[in-house]
């Protein structure tokens, strides 16, 4: 039990600091209007940073339990 919370706590870490990097590119350097979707510009780039997403927090996941032993 214990090493599945360890991995659910790395696993919420790395996507909050994911989609806040996401939230914060897309405010201050894309500078989109708040109607705008960078989404509907290029279909591509939602594969890009969820495949990116998932495994940055798989990673982060295993790094935590492996840190936690």
Do not use: E
Request: proline share 4%; aromatic share 16%; glycine share 10%.
């Amino acid at each position: 039990m214990k090493t599945f919370l360890y991995s659910l706590l790395g696993f919420v870490i790395a996507s909050v600091i994911a989609w806040g990097a996401m939230l914060l590119w897309g405010g201050l350097v894309l500078q989109l209007p708040p109607g705008d979707s960078y989404w509907d510009r290029t279909p591509y780039a939602a594969d890009i940073f969820l495949a990116g997403w998932l495994c940055f927090a798989t990673g982060a996941a295993v790094l935590v339990v492996r840190l936690a032993r």
